[in-house]
């Protein structure tokens, strides 16, 4: 398995958690978080080029979540912040091998995929 998430768990809204993503088995380029809650598509979160001078953000995380990734690791991180109900999904990561000087949010660009970790935000 190349992609293996981390860190989710039950938490009050107003929390924080970091998710980590381990990637293994090759060198990844641009990678990404996506969310499903249920009943809902599965949606971009952010992501992040190889070279991972910035990230982007969907709307509704953008200010409280930030990306980040370790090379040497070859690890993904998401810190989330201020969490609310919204944000209780199960969330995924992705990677692609190519890298691009901006980050796609369609799933269809990132060929590899963890099997997720469960967030859970009480209110």
């Known amino acids: 398995v190349p992609l293996v998430e981390s860190g989710g768990g039950l938490v009050q809204a107003g929390d924080s958690l970091r998710l980590s993503c381990a990637a293994s088995?090759?060198?990844?380029?641009?990678m990404a978080w996506f969310r499903q809650a249920p009943g809902n598509e599965r949606e971009f979160v952010a992501g992040?080029?190889?070279?991972?001078?910035?990230?982007s953000y969907a709307d509704s995380v953008k200010g409280r979540f930030a990306i980040s990734r370790d090379n040497a690791k070859n690890t993904l991180y998401l810190q989330m912040n201020s969490l609310n109900s919204e944000d209780t999904a199960r969330y995924y990561c992705?990677?692609?091998?190519?890298?691009?000087?901006?980050?796609?949010?369609?799933?269809?660009?990132?060929?590899?995929w963890g099997q997720g970790t469960q967030v859970t935000v009480s209110s």
């Open positions: 992040i080029t190889r070279i991972g001078a910035s990230g």
């Open positions: 992705a990677a692609t091998a190519a890298t691009r000087w901006s980050v796609d949010t369609r799933q269809g660009t990132y060929e590899y």
């Open positions: 088995g090759r060198t990844f380029g641009d």
